[in-house]
């Protein structure tokens, strides 16, 4: 089973480039997450033979969330964190933004494990966010990856918005302290290490140069400047279940670039 997250920065853009389709006829993924869709449904022309398809959409237009491509029916697919869940966190910012909103989480139940999909909220160049992540949104995660994973092994994915160690970018010195590299975002990923969740492409390959997301800025990608921020990590249970693990630099349409796992 082949497991794909793209943040395809804008689902409509994509497939505007043409791109989307190609990709899904060479990867063929078997569960595709999709993160950043900035779309409902109803607003995109999009044909999916052989796929169900599940979208969550922020509040907010234009913005922020996440979808689930499945050739398998889910038994079950839960938008956001369940409510008896998400009542025992506070998820809005200093600025009264609720990011239980912005269509961030999806979670399909199949017979053996479960898929999530994740776009975690950025901490903002100004920091603005970061008390969000580290006291509100990444315990939560962690917590609601653990609830599930006591029922069945969780496989969860997507753009986390943060370089876990000095090997995910290319310019660790310079950026330390900034979003996606603060010590409270790095620590936030290493509690779901520290809580048993395996980095699968870590597995497979140690080292720097792998990145799934590159600026914009200073031709970044041709040169590689980049992060890795995207991430497939598995239950403990899973481990020897990983055949592989991926980044896909080759699939243009985005700043970020599709990351997948092989499943036995």
């Keep these: 089973m082949k497991i794909y997250s793209w943040n395809v920065n ?11 389709q190609p990709f899904l006829k060479t990867h063929q993924p078997d569960i595709l997450c999709l993160q950043e869709t900035k779309a409902e449904r109803e607003q995109i022309e999009i044909d999916l033979p052989g ?3 599940y979208w969550n959409s922020a509040v907010k237009k234009g913005y922020s969330g996440t979808a689930i491509f499945s050739k398998q029916k889910p038994l079950a697919v839960t938008n956001g964190f369940p409510n008896d869940f998400a009542r025992r966190f506070a998820f809005a910012d200093e600025l009264k933004r609720d990011s239980a909103e ?14 999530v999909t994740v776009y975690t909220p950025n901490a903002k160049d100004d920091l603005s966010r970061l008390p969000l992540r580290f006291r509100q949104w990444d315990p939560a995660f962690l ?3 653990n609830l599930l994973e006591k029922n069945k092994p969780v496989v969860f994915c997507g753009d986390l ?6 090997l995910d970018l290319a310019n660790p010195k310079s950026n330390r302290g900034k979003k996606g590299f603060t010590d409270e975002e790095r620590k936030g990923f290493q509690n779901l290490v520290d809580a048993g969740f395996v980095d699968t492409f870590r597995l497979f390959k140690q080292g720097n140069g792998y990145y799934s997301w590159w600026s914009h800025f200073a031709n970044s990608r041709a040169r590689n400047i980049g992060w890795r921020i995207d991430y497939v990590l598995v239950s403990p249970r899973l481990r020897g279940a990983v055949k592989d693990a991926q980044i896909h630099p080759d699939v243009m349409g985005s700043d970020h670039c599709p990351v997948s796992v092989t499943l036995d």
């Design 10 to 20: 804008g689902i409509r853009a994509v497939l505007k480039k043409e791109l989307f």
């Design 51 to 53: 796929y169900h398809e």
């Design 102 to 115: 912005e269509g961030r989480v999806m979670t399909a139940e199949y017979e053996k494990f479960y898929a």
């Design 143 to 145: 917590a609601y990856c």
């Design 161 to 166: 918005n943060v370089a876990h160690t000095e």
